[in-house]
């Protein structure tokens, strides 16, 4: 799923700083599910900048609504144009969100309450960490499974690099090193020779490189499905 | 390894079969072209060739290429240091042969510190290909006269290819393949990372040597001489992938302050005259970190003076 992280709340305060009433939407989506962006998120955010806004002697009316998802046109529709009815909207979506939600509503303004970090899962309760980097040729099998674009601090596709140290990546002590990993289930498999050799150069055509991407599957274009 | 692949001075003395000895200088934080002239002259006539770095540590200085061309200038040999984390391929390999085009012959293929050790934090890294892929991509642009595209180069250029290794990463069982690795991939010539663990550097070799490696590339073992306890320390605690063992730092704070630069000097030439002999190692790279102006005297007393000149 797509991982954000909450602005911090003098940043969002300072967004709407000018605002007598806005709405603030959430989304159903991933951001609910790694806690973010959710009905609960959404509540606690509200409440915390009526209260902020209340003790600075500035009140601020915010009104509260949840997409089932922010990705998608036909729920984005569902606010309908009352969303004109506010000075601001913050948007607790993924950075995809907000972007559905301008192209939609052009007439209003729409501020991004999270910052959105990487695809991720749940390593543990409270805890997410980045697995894939959407480069859009994905090769992890060719690497026991793990993947080194997104897992590797230098991406290298034949690691590790000279600053692997008992298994933690030189950039951050919190970090394992994947190579470490991929070499030590690759030798453990007896699949050593998997790792020898030059792979072929990545064509980042696929990543975002190459231009923004687009996804189109015929069958559904064409309404077969 | 009798057909000469570059002919710079450095793959000559290797061919020629003697013990070979290169040295480093960091370029200038700015345009400081005499400071950079005035550190060479400690260099010249005392080493083989001279790696100039790549923005190492991830701290932004002259171009590794002007401070090769510079060098060039001067009449030393560079060692010219790419790394992958600033450029694409594109510029790679244009560098490559704008460096080729000023007289370099010599370049050593590396990934590069990460930018968040530098003073550039914020960077973009690119590594668009990796050490590996650099060293095989020299190779081609070398031997098959062709860009990573496959399309022709007019004049291709006639590089000596380098690369490191440092013995002291983990996992420690795979560093042997993973020289293995960059050897199959084009590397003429590797320089370690500074060895300070003599005992497991040893073991490393031997295990190098039963795979034969030592007799498909040139391995030069590198060698920083410490100018006291404190950058001992410093490097045990923070500089990544080092391997400092206390005797060391002990033997260092062993002697007083003012006498703990010649202690430092003493282990680094009793390191060289063991790697004279050691199975293997075809010759030393001293890394004398801004201290250039000590390499002639640890030349001189490591008894690798004068250096061969091969026409």
Known sequence: MIVADRKPIEELLGMVEDCKKILVVGCKGCVTVCNVGGLKEVEVLAATMKIARKKAGNPLEIAEHVLERQCDREYVSQLGEEVNDYDAVLSMACGVGPQFLSEMYKEQSFFPAVNTTFFGGATQHGVWEERCAGCGTCGIHMFGGLCPIARCAKSLLHGPCGGSSNGICEVNKETECIWDSIVKKKMEAGQLEDLLGVKNFKSWKTARDGGPRRSIREELVQGNI | ?311
């Open chain 2, 1 to 311: 390894m009798s057909e000469l692949k570059s002919g710079s001075n450095l793959e000559k003395v290797l061919a020629a079969g003697h013990f070979a000895f290169t040295g480093e200088c960091g370029p200038p934080k700015g345009a400081n072209v005499e400071h950079l002239v005035e550190k060479f002259q400690h260099l010249k006539g005392n080493v083989d060739c001279v790696n100039m770095t790549d923005n190492q540590t991830a701290v932004v200085r002259m171009s590794s290429m002007a401070g090769s061309a510079l060098m060039v200038n001067e009449g030393l040999e560079p060692n010219f240091q790419m790394v992958c984390r600033d450029r694409n391929r594109l510029a790679m390999m244009s560098d490559i042969l704008g460096a080729y085009a000023l007289g370099v012959r010599n370049m050593l293929c590396l990934s590069g510190d990460h930018q968040t050790f530098g003073n550039h934090p914020e960077a973009k890294n690119v590594h668009c290909i990796d050490s590996m892929q650099l060293i095989a991509m020299v190779k081609k642009m070398r031997d098959e006269g062709k860009f990573l595209n496959d399309e022709d180069i007019d004049v291709p250029p006639k590089m000596f290819i380098g690369a490191a290794c440092n013995p002291f990463a983990d996992p420690y069982e795979f560093r042997p393949y993973r020289l293995a690795n960059k050897i199959e991939a084009g590397a003429d010539f590797i320089q370690t990372q500074c060895i300070f663990n003599m005992e497991k550097f040893r073991d490393f070799m031997s295990k190098v040597v039963d795979m034969g490696l030592h007799e498909k590339c040139y391995i030069l073992a590198g060698v920083t001489p410490m100018k006291n306890a404190g950058m001992a320390n410093f490097m045990k605690k923070f500089v990544p992938g080092m391997d400092i063992p206390d005797e060391l730092i002990k033997r260092l704070k062993g002697v007083e302050k003012k006498d703990q630069a010649e202690e430092g000097i003493k282990f680094a030439l009793e390191q060289v005259e063991e790697f004279k002999e050691m199975e293997g190692v075809a010759g030393v790279h001293m890394m004398a970190i801004e201290w250039e102006h000590k390499v002639p005297e640890i030349a001189e007393r490591a008894g690798v003076l004068p250096r061969p000149v091969i026409d």
